[in-house]
């Protein structure tokens, strides 16, 4: 996936707000597969399981039957359909998570290729804030930063000061 493009800031600005909040004795389940950032976590000193490629949509098993002190999920509701059911019925009491930013400028990210890699929400802050409330989480902190690109165009300049991604740390209700 990250082949020619591995997210190094995001990394970076995740990593950031993930210390910031939370604890490294605390345990997290983090959803998606074990990826890039799940080493960068476990090199950080976290206690990290992955969810194993379930259909989240339908099977949140992993949430509810958890003991994870932690939920993470970056940048993985946008995939999901239906997230407020998941977000609902986790048993875990606190929450970082980070999703990319609707950008007015740009259609939503969809891959020909892999039907996982496709985004159905690109949210916008409110609608995600909205989101977390509704699904009986409190929004403790948030932080927003851009995303440029090396190329030259009209979509590349708004992206210099346009924000790309959005974290949240929340705790429940």
């Excluded at 210390?19 to 074990?34: A, F, M, T, Y």
């Excluded at 997230?83 to 048993?91: I, K, M, V």
Aim: avoid cysteine; proline fraction near 5%; charge should be neutral.
């Amino acid at each position: 996936m990250y082949e020619n493009s591995f997210p190094n800031k995001r990394y970076k600005h995740t990593l950031q707000f993930l210390r910031k909040h939370i604890d490294p004795s605390e345990s997290i389940l983090d959803l998606g597969v074990e990826n890039p950032f799940t080493e960068i976590m476990r090199q950080d000193g976290y206690h990290v399981t992955n969810t194993k490629g379930e259909d989240l949509d339908f099977n949140f098993d992993a949430v509810t039957k958890t003991n994870a002190d932690v939920l993470t999920a970056f940048e993985i509701f946008e995939h999901l359909l239906a997230p407020l059911h998941l977000l609902n019925n986790t048993t875990s009491k606190k929450l970082v998570t980070s999703i990319p930013l609707k950008l007015w400028f740009s259609p939503a990210y969809r891959s020909k290729t892999d039907k996982w890699d496709r985004h159905y929400h690109e949210f916008e802050d409110w609608q995600f804030d909205w989101l977390l409330e509704k699904a009986g989480w409190e929004i403790q902190d948030s932080m927003k930063w851009t995303n440029p690109v090396k190329k030259l165009g009209f979509r590349p300049f708004l992206r210099l000061f346009t924000p790309r991604y959005y974290i949240v740390y929340a705790t429940r209700k």
